[in-house]
């Protein structure tokens, strides 16, 4: 039996491009959509924080810019970023099969393909909650001198370029093989995490930085130096910052936080955690 030309499967990888084959087993059709289906019910007021180091936040602030980070940087921790779902993955090979192709050079060049177009999916998270998180303090705080800022779904919407995704996570099971949301598009995969990370409750900012006269199949993408984890993106913190939180770790520094934001223009409140708040008996 003849096999199949590599060439003739690359319509299954290519970035901007829905899979054909619109359901499995009769089920629903995929739909190309950045975030969550929760994105067109979530309030503008919802309640987003970003923790971090005090130093971040004294960056942020100098700065005027968020950093986003590459979705490649995150394999470390969860090597399911930006992955195709195992029920997408396996239409992949039944196809490539069928038509008589060669499977592992098939996988292996997917493999080449998809993480080619990660390296230039860049993030900024957030965390959903209408209060305090000990957890995420103690996940982004690190337990030392540590800020939180508070914002909005629509202020944060608003206060990023018009290049920047916002949305919610959708938090799947991986390895089923149910298919939800499905894009080629390695950007939109970035809006779905593991169903494990699912007390992270993240809306996400993401960027997919690909050039204007993009490569060739067998060409890298530049990355541009000094880019290698990321890069700021400018933003307007009139905007983005609603208020400020100190850590339960470092009470101590508010009045330093305070003039800060006072120095930068920010006039916003800043307050101690809540978990300071002593009990009675």
């Avoid at 982004?140 to 949305?167: I, N």
Wanted: hydrophobic residues 35%.
């Amino acid at each position: 039996m003849s096999t199949a030309p590599l060439s003739e499967f690359y319509n299954l990888m290519a970035v901007g491009n829905v899979v054909a084959w619109a359901s499995v087993d009769g089920g629903p059709p995929f739909r190309l959509r950045p975030g969550s289906e929760k994105d067109r019910a979530t309030p503008g007021t919802a309640m987003l924080w970003r923790y971090m180091p005090k130093d971040r936040f004294f960056d942020l602030l100098d700065r005027r810019a968020l950093f986003f980070t590459r979705l490649t940087r995150y394999h470390d921790s969860d090597p399911f970023e930006g992955a195709l779902q195992y029920g997408v993955a396996k239409i992949h090979e039944q196809i490539v099969r069928e038509k008589g192709g060669d499977v592992q050079e098939f996988l292996r060049e997917r493999e080449r393909f998809v993480k080619k177009f990660l390296k230039v999916v860049l993030v900024n998270c957030w965390h959903e909650r209408e209060y305090e998180s000990r957890p995420m303090w103690d996940r982004y705080g690190r337990g030392g001198e540590a800020v939180a800022v508070v914002t909005t779904f629509d202020a944060l919407k608003q206060s990023v370029p018009e290049h920047v995704d916002v949305g919610h996570m959708d938090y799947i099971d991986a390895g089923s093989d149910e298919i939800r949301n499905h894009s080629a598009n390695p950007s939109h995969r970035a809006f779905q995490k593991r169903r494990e990370f699912e007390d992270e409750r993240e809306v996400r900012c993401v960027i997919f930085d690909y050039p204007e006269h993009g490569p060739k199949p067998d060409e890298e993408i530049p990355i541009a130096a000094g880019t290698d984890t990321g890069y700021h993106v400018p933003v307007d913190l009139s905007r983005l910052v609603a208020g400020a939180v100190v850590s339960p770790d470092s009470p101590q520094i508010i009045g330093e936080v305070r003039q800060k934001l006072v120095e930068s223009g920010i006039e916003v409140e800043i307050v101690p955690s809540t978990l300071l708040t002593p009990p009675t008996y």
